[in-house]
Every structure is written in structure tokens, then in C-alpha cells.
């Protein structure tokens, strides 16, 4: 993997949302980065030190990440002199973006040029198998959304974080570009073929022993047009015992897709146990986990409360509460 410190590039994110790469490696590794660095018009904003590529360098950054994570995962031609500068300067560069670094023949000239070295983070590594479903001991327990990006990974790292601190058996499994980043292994499953993706899951959580669990790390929604096939990979590769409905209750269609409601939690608890209970009859749904940043405290609590007394399951905001009645739901299974 590539070293720290970072620099994490925000670019020209039109949103905050569109960050949510260089968002999630502060939140849960905020020692490694030195500061952010933002291009004009740039709507996302940590809240970290906005340094140029000259000062980061001279603050000791030894990559640069891009933490932007646009539709079609595309290196804007906007963003070119920024990285070349970084190159020039000592940096080396991440990315997590379906366009490839090592595809762009100005960037591949000015990391040879300079010495530095280019890391594409959702490349294989791995030649994985088809899936076979056959039952594997230990115990896993998925995030499925309502949408994307409402805080399946979050969701994920923090029961996986409370699971560690009451000196649980569990594992993060990454399945994303900022899970790989945050974990420093995983499988990039979107970039996986798709016959692959469910057996890439299979390889990814492996028999364990009894008490063990891990948490994978959900993808896309089930209902979302566009990007519905990996969560599927997710949901019968991953062959549950658990599952957790995460949900961004502001939202006012699906994100991406204008003219899509986003569905009910009932909606996502019925079609994903469903599912589930393909590969593993057992799986039950434990709790739900829901993305309140956009909701003032009061009406957030409120909110959960309503969510709580409806689906008769543990309605948290683990990021501001804490993943505690999350991981005691877990008891049951």
C-alpha cells in the first residue's frame, strides 16, 4: 500500500457527498493526513488545514489521495496540472476511481519522470472463484441501504470499532475503494467481474471459528437502478446471518436517479431478507442504522424513535450515538 501521511484532494466536489472517500479516511484515520487540498469551486470541506501542493509536501506528505468520488469515476482533465504538481513535488498518488492512473499517459510520464509511483486501488489482485455457497462457519453480518452512500461502511467500521473495544472476535472486511484505503485490504468488488463478484465475497470472508464475526462492508442498494448487481454479489456471496438497514432519511429521491424514490425501510427489510435467506434461511435483521447528519439532535432522536417503535428493531445513529445496541443485537444470532 501506499504511505502516509496524505494530502487528500477534494478537487472540484460539487458536494460534500462527492468527498465521501477523503471524508471517510478522516473520520476513522484522521492521524493520517496532513491537510486537504481544495480547487476553486470545491463544495466539500473537512475542516482540516487547506494547504497547497508545496506546503503539504513541506509538511511531510507522502501521497496524495484522491478522495473524490465522482459519477463514472472519472480523473477530471481540470484536475491534471494539480496532480502532475504533487509528482513534481515527491508525492506519489492514490486513486480509488474506475478511471485508471496508470491509463493516463501524462500522469504515467510525469511519475516516471519524477521517481514516484502510482497506486490504482480498484485493480484485482486476486483471481477469485465462483461462488459455490456452501455454508462456512463463523458468523457475518451486512449493511444493506436504502441508497447509496448513507453509511453502510460507517455503519460497518463503527460495530466493528465497539466489537474490538468489548474484546469481541471480528473483522472489518472492506469491499470498497475507501474501505480498502481505511483497512489497507479488502476487495475492490465493483471493479471484479461480474460472475466473480459473489465468490470474490466467499474468498473475502472465509470459515472462522464459531464466535468469530465480520462485518462486510455494504455497496450500492438493491434499489438503485444503477448499481443494484453489487449488492446483490454482497448479499448472497456474503451469505449473512445478520443484517443491518442503513438509511438517509432527507433525501428526496435516490442518489443519482431524479426521477427514483428512495424505498421504504420495510421496502429494504422484506426484498433484502428475502434475499438473504436464499443462502442462509437463518439471517434475521437486527437493527437499523440511520445517517441523521442532516437532521438537528432533537428531531434526529425523534426520528429513530419513530423508526425504533415501527420496525420493533434498535433504530441508532451509530456515528452520533455509538454502534453499542447495534452489536448487542447481535446476541440473538
Not at 431478507?273 to 428531531?299: F, I, W
Request: proline share 5%; glycine share 10%.
Amino acid at each position: 500500500m501506499f504511505e502516509a501521511p496524505y494530502l487528500l484532494f477534494l478537487g472540484d466536489a460539487p458536494d460534500g457527498l462527492a468527498a465521501k472517500m477523503a471524508q471517510g479516511i478522516h473520520d476513522w484515520r484522521p492521524e493520517a493526513s496532513v491537510g486537504q487540498f481544495r480547487m476553486e469551486g470545491c463544495k466539500a470541506d473537512l475542516g482540516i488545514a487547506n494547504l497547497s501542493i508545496k506546503e503539504a509536501a513541506a509538511a511531510g506528505a507522502k501521497t496524495l489521495v484522491i478522495g473524490v468520488v465522482n459519477r463514472g469515476g472519472i480523473i477530471s482533465q481540470s484536475w491534471k496540472s494539480v496532480l502532475i504538481e504533487a509528482l513534481e513535488a515527491g508525492m506519489d498518488i492514490a486513486s480509488g476511481l474506475h478511471n485508471l492512473l496508470r491509463n493516463e499517459p501524462d500522469l504515467v510520464e510525469a511519475a516516471a519522470k519524477h521517481g514516484r509511483s502510482l497506486f490504482d486501488v480498484r485493480i484485482p489482485t486476486v483471481q477469485y472463484p465462483i461462488a459455490n455457497g456452501k455454508k462456512r462457519t463463523g458468523k457475518r453480518c451486512l449493511a444493506v441501504g436504502t441508497d447509496c452512500s448513507v453509511g453502510k461502511m460507517y455503519t460497518a467500521l463503527a460495530m466493528h470499532r465497539e466489537m474490538q473495544e468489548r474484546g469481541m472476535k471480528a473483522t472489518f472486511r472492506a469491499t470498497g475503494q475507501t474501505g480498502i484505503m481505511i483497512e489497507g485490504n479488502g476487495v475492490p468488488l465493483d471493479a471484479v467481474v461480474a460472475d466473480f463478484m459473489a465468490g470474490a465475497v466467499e474468498w473475502l470472508t472465509p470459515d472462522n471459528e464459531a464466535e468469530h464475526w465480520d462485518l462486510i462492508e455494504g455497496q450500492g442498494s438493491l434499489f438503485h437502478a444503477s448499481y443494484s448487481g453489487v449488492t446483490m454479489a454482497l448479499v448472497h456471496g456474503g451469505q449473512p446471518d445478520a443484517l443491518v438497514l442503513c438509511h438517509e432519511p432527507t433525501r428526496p429521491h435516490m442518489r443519482g436517479l431524479p426521477d427514483y424514490k428512495q424505498p421504504s425501510l420495510e421496502d429494504l427489510r422484506d426484498v433484502a431478507l428475502r434475499l438473504a435467506q436464499v443462502v442462509n434461511p437463518a439471517c434475521k435483521v437486527v437493527g437499523v442504522s440511520v445517517n441523521t447528519q442532516h437532521l438537528p439532535e432533537a428531531e434526529a432522536f425523534k426520528y429513530l424513535e419513530e423508526v425504533e417503535a415501527a420496525m420493533g428493531i434498535p433504530a441508532i445513529d451509530p456515528f452520533r450515538q455509538g454502534a453499542g445496541r447495534l452489536v448487542e443485537a447481535l446476541a440473538c444470532i
